[in-house]
């Protein structure tokens, strides 16, 4: 398991996964907010029906006062208009019937229905005393044009002997006496608690909707926070395992360095295949750096790395020394050409051998070889006459079966010229003094 997730984690497969898991976080979201829209619709249209349900139960009491009120203006003034404004109200407009259709809504509206209708049916009792009271009227006054629905009220025995005058009063009594408030007050009190049920079975739904509401919100709430947390979650991926190993490989590209393999799997594997091409693009590149810049038989630099170091060293902390094999025609005449090879190759490993790893030697001719004595400007010319004389000694070795090989060497200290093509001009012109001098030693090239 370790070296599964070391070898890198698929960004494919994570980005598959985190849009297979925000599509459907997406449409819980969609499907939340359509639930959570339909409960704000539900909540608003239980709010319309408890005001229409209030407003129908007030309705009926509204009725029955404007009732009221037309029955005692007409016993009282004995004017027609309020009679007429009466049954209008009780038969055309029918606000009281309709309140009870209103109410009858379904079975949760049936306990204020109930009330409702305990109201009304007092107030079909409280008409009855007023068609009486009414009757009472229009035979004191000889009324002959009023509504049929008066024919069938028969006047008591009594009542019906009253002079005028004592029936407008007996009218008048009826709806005003106590008897008379005394069903007001119930059609009212059936009222209330009509009212009492349509607030109560509000709350109800108010509470009911109001918790289905608030869970709606706690689902919304909770998938918007998962998304925000998977967006998240998917930048962070990107940028860890996408992007940033992208910026840090342009990085190491343009520093001509190997790609690090970090990031997803994708990206190790494009990382892995660019190293090996780097690698093997920079392996040759070397090789043929090196055979372009070495020589291939002595594998010193030749004259393509000798003029490359000379077009680039500091001159004035280095010393430049032109060796010249002395009699080298003579090696390859009386040797072979084989022996001639053999003395560069022992030349080059003796100069190897005694100058530092830091010195640069070169092979620029036949038989003529440069060392570059680099960061030696404290460096003393005894030290460098020891090395000549080390390397005299070793050269004049013969039990490699090769004939006693000599040098003629011309030195310069780069403090003395100016630059390197008078540093080259007069270490040669050193060493043909050494020349000059019987071959086999050192000439130091002198400013003075």
């Given at each position: 398991m370790f070296e599964k997730f070391k070898s890198g984690i698929s960004i494919r497969r994570i980005h598959v996964w985190l849009i297979v898991i925000l599509a459907f976080v997406s449409v819980t979201?969609?499907?939340?907010?359509?639930?959570?829209?339909?409960?704000?619709?539900?909540?608003?249209?239980?709010?319309?029906?408890n005001i229409d349900l209030q407003k129908a139960a007030r309705e009926l009491m509204d009725a029955s006062d404007y009732l009221t009120e037309q029955v005692q203006r007409f016993t009282i003034s004995g004017d027609m208009r309020f009679l007429e404004q009466y049954f209008t109200e009780a038969f055309e407009s029918n606000r009281r019937e309709d309140a009870i259709s209103k109410m009858n809504a379904g079975p949760e509206t049936q306990a204020a229905l109930m009330h409702l209708q305990d109201a009304m049916d007092n107030s079909v009792a409280l008409m009855n005393q007023e068609y009486y009271a009414m009757r009472l009227v229009i035979d004191a006054k000889g009324y002959t044009d009023y509504p049929d629905i008066l024919d069938s009220v028969t006047l008591s025995p009594e009542d019906a002997?009253?002079?005028?005058?004592?029936?407008?009063?007996?009218?008048?009594?009826?709806?005003?006496?106590?008897?008379?408030?005394?069903?007001?007050?119930?059609?009212?009190?059936?009222?209330?608690?009509?009212l009492a049920e349509i607030d109560k079975l509000a709350k109800t739904k108010e509470d009911a909707e109001s918790d289905s509401l608030e869970r709606e919100i706690n689902i919304v709430r909770t998938v918007i926070i998962l998304q925000v947390i998977l967006t998240l979650i998917m930048l962070y991926m990107t940028s860890h395992l996408g992007?940033?190993?992208?910026?840090?490989?342009?990085?190491?590209?343009?520093?001509?360095?190997?790609?690090?393999?970090?990031?997803?799997?994708?990206?190790?594997?494009?990382?892995?295949?660019?190293?090996?091409?780097?690698?093997?693009?920079?392996?040759?590149?070397?090789?043929?750096?090196?055979?372009?810049?070495?020589?291939?038989?002595?594998?010193?630099?030749?004259?393509?790395?000798?003029?490359?170091?000379?077009?680039?060293?500091?001159?004035?902390?280095?010393?430049?020394?032109?060796?010249?094999?002395?009699?080298?025609?003579?090696?390859?005449?009386?040797?072979?050409?084989?022996?001639?090879?053999?003395?560069?190759?022992?030349?080059?490993?003796?100069?190897?051998?005694?100058?530092?790893?830091?010195?640069?030697?070169?092979?620029?001719?036949?038989?003529?070889?440069?060392?570059?004595m680099v960061h030696a400007s404290g460096m003393s010319e005894r030290t460098i006459e020891s090395k000549l004389n080390q390397i005299s000694e070793e050269l004049s070795n013969t039990d490699d079966g090769l004939p006693q090989i000599t040098i003629s060497v011309g030195i310069v200290n780069g403090k003395d010229v100016t630059d390197t093509a008078t540093m080259f001009e007069k270490s040669d012109e050193a060493m043909y003094e050494s020349k000059k001098q019987g071959k086999n030693t050192y000439t130091f090239y002198s400013a003075k």
């Open positions: 979201v969609v499907f939340s907010t359509i639930r959570l829209t339909r409960t704000f619709y539900r909540i608003e249209s239980a709010y319309r029906k002997t009253l002079s005028p005058e004592d029936k407008i009063n007996r009218a008048t009594e009826l709806v005003l006496n106590d008897d008379y408030y005394e069903l007001k007050d119930k059609i009212r009190e059936g009222m209330r608690e009509s992007i940033n190993p992208i910026i840090m490989a342009a990085d190491r590209i343009r520093d001509d360095s190997p790609i690090r393999e970090v990031g997803s799997k994708e990206f190790r594997y494009l990382a892995q295949a660019y190293n090996k091409m780097y690698s093997k693009n920079k392996s040759s590149i070397e090789h043929l750096n090196y055979q372009v810049s070495h020589d291939e038989l002595t594998g010193v630099y030749n004259r393509a790395g000798y003029d490359f170091l000379l077009s680039n060293i500091d001159i004035k902390n280095a010393y430049m020394m032109l060796f010249d094999i002395d009699n080298f025609k003579g090696i390859n005449d009386n040797y072979g050409h084989d022996a001639g090879d053999r003395a560069l190759i022992k030349v080059a490993r003796v100069l190897g051998s005694v100058f530092r790893d830091d010195d640069c030697i070169c092979r620029i001719g036949g038989d003529e070889f440069v060392v570059f």
